[in-house]
């Protein structure tokens, strides 16, 4: 590292206590939305955290549900930068699998270990380390910077599309970075430039009576065979989904996206040793595995339930049957028109025995061209902070309400940040990597001195 990149980086390790400090202020307190722990307080302990590393903040509930928190630091400049993350976190059960207290932050062997570590309040952190730096080493921060933090996140942000109709004047920016991202396990970092919309249901099978001896069963029917027979009905064996018109609004990519997809290294080993040898849907190569990985949609079973599940033997005709099922939708896909396809399955399959139950209507899925200039701006820096080269994937395989940005605001949206293979996110033993941690400082403040420069003339003069 050398020039302004170096000069970052040494500051850091200086400050490095103090960047930890803030990291572990974050996550020593629960923000769990889906319980309500901690959501009391938690808005004005975030609002304190953006305070102390000098933005304005204020706190906004005029959307519904938890409070969004918003800071900013308006200097006038020519450019304006989005900054979008959420304070609330996953459920930290099963406790007993955690080595440390969930909301006790400990530092094990280079990593810090908490709920939220990762997902989201290490980026979080990481952001407002960056501001404290450029304040710190060059008295400034030559762009306008706004941060949106959001407290629903992880149920769905059910609330969030009405802060941006109310304040679409507030949010308005030259380009958003998104909350998420992380390294390759080869260390490289990881880039997306999208993520995929989501649509959340229940099966309900049900008959009008008790359960009944399972005697029964030979005359009787069982809502549980109900259920399983229309379940094999969505998909085949290779995950391919089988409901008319699933497909139909699925948008082709463009070449520029398509491209994109050749850099596969690395990643053929991960997704094995996540998924195991002999754990994946088909032995398709990589590039495909990637393709429909992060550009196509897909039907997963969360759970099903019905009859007796406890120890030994039971035997029962059961009453009920339920599954929980989650879509992730593609560009193209509205997430309306999708439920409307799965009823129309459902019904027709089960000659409505089993009803389709949405937990919430779900929201589309975002993308964001790879020609866009923000685009090399986050790779660029990226490559300086991590001296490695980064992988861009055109979506991650997951869900996040980017559309409200990409598709509401039209701005272009990129999601880069300080995970790795090991952060266990939404499990037991969340963590980062400090040193992770700390080029993502570098990297997010490398992208906002070179912001201005670089999105009105091209070039990167602070690396
Ligand atoms: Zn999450």
């Known amino acids: 590292m050398s020039g302004i990149t170096g000069e970052l980086w040494r500051r850091i390790n200086e400050k490095r206590e103090e960047y ?31 305070e102390r590393v000098g933005l304005r903040s204020e706190v906004f509930t005029d959307h519904g549900g938890y409070p969004v928190v918003w800071g900013e630091l308006r200097e006038e400049r020519h450019g304006t930068l989005l900054i979008y993350n959420h304070y609330d976190v996953q459920p930290p059960d099963p406790l007993e699998k955690w080595a440390s207290p969930p909301f006790q932050p400990t530092i094990r062997n280079g990593r810090v270990y908490a709920r939220g570590a990762c997902d989201n309040k290490g980026n979080l952190a990481a952001r407002l380390c960056a501001l404290d730096l450029l304040l710190d080493a060059i008295g400034e921060v030559p762009l306008n910077i706004k941060f949106l933090i959001e407290g629903e996140e992880e149920i769905g942000s059910p609330h969030l599309s009405r802060f941006f109709q109310n304040h679409k004047e507030l949010l308005s920016s030259d380009a958003c970075l998104w909350e998420m991202g992380g390294a390759s396990p080869s260390g490289r970092p990881l880039i997306y430039l999208g993520a995929k919309g989501i649509l959340y249901l229940e099966l309900h099978a049900s008959e009008k009576r008790a359960d009944l001896h399972s005697s029964w069963g030979a005359i009787v029917r069982n809502p549980a065979f109900e259920l399983v027979h229309l379940l094999s009905s969505i998909r085949d064996r290779s995950g391919r989904v089988l409901i008319e018109g699933f497909y139909d609004d699925v948008q082709t990519p463009d070449s520029e996206t398509i491209a ?12 094995r040793a996540i998924a195991g040898e002999d754990g994946l849907l088909s032995n398709k190569p990589a590039k495909e595995l990637l393709y429909d990985l992060t550009l196509m949609p897909c039907i997963n079973i969360c759970g099903i339930y019905s009859g007796y599940t406890g120890q030994g033997s039971k035997t029962v005709l059961p009453s009920s049957a339920f599954a929980k099922l989650d ?50 701006l986050v790779s660029k820096t990226a490559e300086s902070a991590f001296n490695l080269k980064p992988i861009i994937y055109p979506s991650a395989a997951g869900s996040g309400p980017m559309y409200l940005v990409t598709d509401i605001l039209r701005t272009p949206c990129v999601a880069a940040g300080i995970g790795d293979h090991q952060s266990n996110i939404h499990a037991p033993d969340e963590s980062i990597s400090i040193e992770n941690y700390l080029r993502g400082i570098l990297h997010v403040a490398l992208i906002i001195v070179n912001f201005v420069p670089f999105m009105r003339g091209g070039v990167t003069p602070y690396l």
């Open 327 to 376: 879509i992730r939708l593609v560009p193209g896909m509205r997430p309306e028109k999708v439920l409307e396809l799965v009823k129309n399955h459902v019904e027709r399959v089960s000659g409505g025995r089993v009803s389709v139950v949405p937990l919430d209507m779900g929201y589309p899925a975002a993308r964001t061209s790879p020609g866009e200039p923000f685009v090399e």
């Open 260 to 271: 994109l997809l050749e850099e596969t290294s690395g990643f053929e080993s991960e997704v």
């Open 20 to 50: 930890l400090e803030i990291l572990t202020g974050l996550l020593s307190f629960p923000s769990v939305s889906a319980t309500g722990e901690g959501m009391g307080e938690a808005a004005g302990r975030v609002a304190e955290a953006l």
